[in-house]
């Protein structure tokens, strides 16, 4: 998968070299909160959960997580991707800001052009999500986007129930 570029923001599939800010994002407050504590420490760290976790799905599929950066300056300043999760059926699109960077349209812009380029290039039929009950800013994003509640559902290994979206092309 090359890069999408939006008005403001550009998506490129994350790679080792972007370690550095997988740590920051996977240890920020909201991530821990809302997505959980991954157990990523270092940078050392950072890469192997990159080579095992984000590698490997770009090689089968072609996609996986997007570091999204500003335009403007460069800056990283989140995530967003499709995920083929396990428990789920169907491919999962999520998205995670640092703190500074929420509630100014980045996660809308992000997503909304990589739900377009899983429909388009990807020849995904539908696409999925899933939030914590607790987490209204997503919820309000994922209906923003178009994407209807589905159901609750536990994933494996896993305790919390989550709320499952979905859309369809």
Not at 49 to 73: H, S, W
Not at 122 to 151: C, D, W
Request: proline share 4%.
């Amino acid at each position: 998968m090359s890069s999408i570029a939006t008005e403001r923001l550009v998506l490129k599939p994350t790679t080792v070299e972007d370690a550095a800010f997988i740590l920051e994002l996977l240890n920020s407050p909201k991530w821990l909160k809302f997505i959980g504590d991954r157990n990523v420490k270092s940078i050392a760290e950072a890469e192997a959960y990159i080579k095992e976790r984000m590698l490997p799905q770009f090689e089968r599929l072609g996609f996986t997580n997007n570091v999204v950066i500003r335009k403007a300056d460069g800056k990283k300043i989140g995530a967003c991707g499709l995920y083929d999760r396990d428990g789920l059926e169907g491919i999962d699109i999520g998205f995670a800001f640092l703190p500074g960077f929420e509630g100014q349209g980045y996660g809308y812009e992000s997503a909304s052009a990589l739900l377009q380029t899983a429909f388009k290039d990807y020849k995904l039929n539908r696409v999925i999500a899933i939030t914590s009950k607790h987490n209204m800013p997503s919820q309000n994003l994922l209906i923003k986007l178009g994407l209807n509640f589905e159901s609750m559902i536990t994933l494996p290994y896993e305790n919390e129930e989550l709320m499952l979206f979905s859309i369809e092309n």
